[in-house]
């Protein structure tokens, strides 16, 4: 088993995770840095890995903590926070900056009429083997290039309400459930959750670490 191994935005417009913006780049910081901290709303910003039991393999390339990424809202501009902030390749953020604006937000208006406006997370970089094994070839997570999603959270203030990917609550949240994972398996190059196995029955792995074939895909 591997580790842990769509919709247009609306109306055609640019997607938000390569509109220009007049946000400041971090100084010294890398043309995948400069791009995100340029979107208004992006609040993205370089980080320094924990060094974990020395190991070799578990190298951060570019390493960023991931607060919020800006996606299109209904009446303009808005963002979806992130909780707790993961660290995370910056490679990896901005296929996450492109996956919620042009899927996962088209989906939450097209089932809630909400925005989506936070992400529950978990296991951002930690070094560690697949599946947190005692043997075995290191984890994506251990190089920044995965996030698991618990949650997602629609909606600001008294009117906001979770979908918890463990357990959705009706077929509303159930298809959008769905939905999500399909389009996360156009984005990423593994995606696993529940009814995948034991290790993925209560989140959304995704991860965008390459595989043998750089076309090849694993959904599940």
Same mark, same amino acid.
């Given at each position: 088993?591997?580790?842990?191994?769509?919709?247009?935005?609306?109306?055609?417009?640019? @997607?938000?995770?390569?509109?220009?913006?007049?946000?400041?780049? @971090?100084?010294?910081? /890398?043309?995948?840095? /400069?791009?995100?901290?340029?979107?208004?709303?992006?609040?993205?910003?370089?980080?320094?890995?924990?060094? %974990?039991? +020395?190991? #070799?393999?578990?190298?951060?390339?570019?390493?960023?903590?991931?607060?919020?990424?800006?996606?299109?809202? *209904?009446?303009?501009?808005?963002?979806? /926070?992130?909780?707790?902030?993961?660290?995370?390749?910056?490679?990896?953020?901005?296929?996450?900056?492109?996956?919620?604006?042009?899927?996962? %937000?088209?989906?939450?208006? +097209?089932?809630?009429?909400?925005?989506?406006?936070?992400?529950?997370?978990?296991?951002?970089?930690?070094?560690?083997?697949? =599946?947190?094994?005692?043997?075995?070839?290191?984890?994506?997570?251990?190089?920044?290039?995965? $996030?698991?999603?618990?949650?997602?959270?629609? +909606? =600001?203030?008294?009117?906001?309400? !979770?979908?918890?990917?463990?357990?959705? /609550?009706?077929?509303?949240?159930?298809?959008? $459930?769905?939905? *999500?994972? %399909?389009?996360?398996?156009?984005?990423?190059?593994?995606?696993?959750?529940? +009814?995948?196995?034991?290790?993925? #029955?209560?989140?959304?792995?995704?991860?965008? %670490?390459?595989?043998?074939?750089?076309?090849?895909?694993?959904? !599940?």
């Amino acid at each position: 088993m591997p580790d842990e191994a769509g919709k247009a935005g609306a109306g055609g417009a640019e @997607p938000a995770s390569t509109r220009a913006g007049d946000a400041p780049a @971090p100084a010294g910081s /890398s043309p995948c840095l /400069s791009a995100l901290a340029a979107i208004p709303g992006n609040r993205v910003a370089p980080a320094t890995p924990t060094p %974990q039991h +020395g190991d #070799a393999a578990c190298r951060v390339i570019d390493p960023v903590r991931v607060e919020a990424l800006a996606i299109r809202g *209904v009446g303009g501009g808005a963002t979806v /926070s992130f909780e707790p902030p993961p660290l995370l390749s910056c490679a990896m953020a901005r296929t996450l900056a492109d996956w919620l604006d042009r899927s996962v %937000q088209p989906l939450a208006r +097209g089932y809630f009429e909400r925005d989506l406006t936070a992400l529950r997370v978990g296991g951002g970089h930690e070094c560690r083997r697949r =599946n947190r094994a005692t043997a075995g070839p290191v984890s994506e997570h251990a190089t920044g290039q995965a $996030l698991d999603i618990f949650a997602f959270r629609l +909606g =600001n203030g008294g009117t906001a309400s !979770q979908v918890v990917v463990e357990t959705p /609550s009706g077929l509303v949240q159930n298809r959008f $459930l769905d939905a *999500v994972r %399909q389009s996360a398996c156009g984005a990423f190059m593994t995606t696993l959750g529940p +009814g995948s196995d034991a290790a993925h #029955a209560n989140h959304l792995h995704v991860d965008i %670490q390459e595989r043998r074939s750089r076309a090849s895909r694993f959904c !599940q």
